[in-house]
């Protein structure tokens, strides 16, 4: 079987033969089945000998070529021992022969003329790259040069020793396609597949399977770059698609591919740049369109979409760039989550660059302290950061926000559980446009971060679970009212009070009603409060809260225990005039009393009193009041049908 593939065809030793199909191990594979991934370390070669498989780029935006039974690929890497540089992904079932780098390197110990075969035709490989790159401007990535600085040996030695390892037909370097070449050579390959072209369905016929060695049957060198146009049918095929494409030139124009488009890259290539120009794309847009209606479509697409449009041609990517239509000020990358890597996140930055202002990362999980130095990078006038649960984030990558994104105005840290107190506080300490704050679910945070004089300005913070709060933080910030800090112009003009709209302390199951009294002396301006699970709490928590913050909207007093009842009701009735929305959801003290009692409120709407035991479920109506029954949590979702302000981050 080995002695068939083009790799070993001719072999003098059997030996070799007999040692290298030893420790070849043989493995099937599913259709989709991701078998090398690009910028993984290389552990291993493999020999196709049944099926189909596709190379692409690491983002799968661009298709490489397709290698089929006869084909290898990887030994380039595991022979100078650089990473992978494409990604194969299998097109149909396959069945592959895996040889091991350890187990390749252990044979040709006992081989080194073989080796140093093997390693002359990586070097010519990448020789080859290496002048296609520089015809195009380019150079090879580090890691590959390795292979370059290799010793050489002359051309004699060379066509005497390839003549043991290769018979006469087929002294041509091997024909197999190499995947972890592809991508440097990428640039290199013929305009052809620079173009994107549309043919009827008898038209896209694939050409047949071609056996590997199609270099034996020419002459002349040939180069890498062309390789999959080397044999007459392909070339034939391929003349077609042009001749027809130049025919639809006239009449629709040239939609452009850019081979060697990388995900963020922010330039075209130089090829590609003046085949658009020639057709005077910059000038015409899309369809004649002037520039401001495309891009009041443009508003109507995700980002996604957005990033794929940015090949069509240069006068669409000017358009997505262009600071005046602000189509990549809010990037939100959620939807595709469990693709978002630092790498793919650098990219897209690169492409968005200063025009982000809102980002949204959440659920991200695989973005660390790497990513978040390339949003201090590429954006840095960030304004609001949606980071929730980016579990790897840590202090370091807080401190790179601190000294880098001065404009950062909301942040959303919630179960970024390995950020502390310490982190925090410096953050919040060198951002004074601060106004929005969540930090659900961080429950390393403690009272520390409470003496930052920034919360004085913010507006909306939620402390949803975070058990480390306490009394004690809160304490601290009467301390910031009354100090120089917290006055008005530095003058003993009386505490400073607080900006705080919306608070949510649900699940703060330590704090009392001292919290409480600090809030109704400090936030007159309160609207929004989130109290469910505050299980501490006591009758007497909702006088400093009547008298202190008297323009409370949204009050959520669900599960508090026995701090609700029907006393608290009348008072909360009588003593709160804007209140709208009220949760009293699992208080099984109230009952239909109390909710009578709240009927002297006069701008009461919704109100959620499920699993409430002593409360009947038609006491609304039964009471002739005008209120609206709810079962939602209010604070995920308001009574006017929009996120609830508290959450809206979260």
């Not at 396959?94 to 350890?102: A, V």
């Not at 197999?176 to 290199?188: H, I, L």
């Not at 963020?264 to 590609?272: A, R, V």
Request: charged share 20%; with cysteine.
């Amino acid at each position: 079987m080995l002695q068939n593939l083009p790799f070993f065809e001719g072999s003098p030793s059997e030996d070799f033969l007999v040692a290298i199909g030893r420790r070849l191990h043989m493995r099937k594979f599913d259709i989709g089945d991701v078998v090398v991934k690009h910028g993984d370390q290389a552990k291993a070669m493999f020999f196709i000998l049944k099926g189909s498989l596709l190379v692409t780029s690491d983002d799968r935006e661009v298709e490489f070529a397709t290698l089929n039974a006869g084909s290898y690929f990887g030994e380039i890497a595991i022979l100078y021992n650089v990473k992978r540089t494409a990604t194969v992904i299998t097109r149909t079932p396959c069945t592959l022969g895996i040889l091991s780098s350890e187990d390749m390197h252990q044979t040709l110990k006992n081989f080194p003329d073989i080796e140093k075969i093997m390693r002359r035709f990586a070097h010519d490989r990448v020789k080859e790259m290496q002048e296609e790159f520089s015809r195009m401007g380019k150079t090879l990535e580090a890691d590959v040069k390795v292979v370059l600085a290799s010793e050489t040996e002359s051309a004699k030695d060379l066509e005497f020793q390839t003549s043991l390892f290769i018979p006469p037909t087929t002294r041509r370097k091997s024909q197999a396609f190499v995947a972890d070449d592809f991508k440097k050579s990428q640039n290199s390959l013929t305009p052809m597949l620079e173009v994107e072209l549309v043919v009827s369905p008898e038209e896209e016929k694939e050409p047949e399977t071609l056996k590997p060695n199609l270099g034996a049957r020419f002459n002349e060198k040939r180069k890498l770059s062309v390789a999959v146009w080397s044999d007459d049918k392909l070339m034939k095929f391929a003349q077609n698609l042009v001749s027809q494409t130049q025919q639809k030139e006239s009449r629709l124009g040239v939609v452009v591919r850019r081979s060697n488009d990388s995900l963020g890259s922010k330039m075209l290539s130089p090829s590609t740049q003046s085949m658009l120009m020639s057709h005077q794309e910059k000038k015409q847009g899309l369809f004649n369109l002037p520039s401001f209606l495309i891009a009041r479509i443009f508003q109507f697409l995700d980002f996604r979409s957005l990033f794929k449009l940015r090949r069509v041609n240069i006068a669409i990517f000017e358009i997505i760039q262009a600071s005046e239509f602000e189509l990549l000020r809010d990037i939100d990358l959620s939807p595709w989550n469990k693709k978002i890597t630092n790498d793919v996140l650098g990219h897209v930055l690169q492409f968005a660059g200063s025009e982000v202002y809102n980002l949204n990362l959440k659920t991200c999980w695989q973005i660390n302290n790497i990513g978040m130095a390339h949003i201090v990078q590429h954006s840095p006038a960030v304004v609001d950061l949606n980071l929730h649960s980016l579990w790897d984030i840590t202090d370091e990558g807080l401190h790179l926000l601190v000294d880098n994104c001065i404009y950062l105005e909301s942040i959303n840290l919630s179960n970024c559980r390995k950020v502390s107190s310490v982190g925090l506080l410096r953050l919040m300490n060198s951002a004074p446009r601060m106004l929005q704050v969540t930090l659900s679910y961080c429950k390393s945070l403690s009272d520390e971060i409470m003496i930052s004089p920034t919360w004085i300005n913010v507006k909306s913070i939620n402390f949803q679970r975070c058990t480390g709060i306490t009394d004690a933080g809160f304490a601290n910030w009467q301390q910031l009212s009354e100090s120089p800090l917290g006055m008005r112009g530095g003058l003993p003009s009386g505490p400073m009070v607080f900006a705080l709209e919306e608070l949510n302390l649900s699940d703060c199951s330590f704090l009392t009603d001292a919290t409480m009294a600090q809030l109704g002396k400090l936030c007159p301006q309160l609207k929004v409060l989130g109290l469910s699970f505050c299980c501490s709490l006591t009758e007497q928590f909702i006088d400093p809260l009547i008298e202190g913050c008297p323009f409370i909207e949204l009050l959520d007093t669900s599960y508090c225990g026995t701090a609700i009842t029907d006393d608290v009701l009348e008072k909360i009735g009588v003593g709160l005039p804007k209140l709208e929305t009220l949760s009293v959801r699992g208080c099984v003290q109230v009952t239909d009393q109390g909710i009578k009692n709240l009927s002297a409120s006069k701008t009461l709407t919704c109100i959620n009193f499920t699993q409430c035991r002593f409360v009947t479920p038609d006491v609304l109506s039964t009471l002739g009041l005008p209120w609206t029954s709810i079962t939602r949590p209010v604070l995920d979702q308001d009574v006017r049908g929009r996120p609830a302000r508290a959450h809206t981050h979260s």
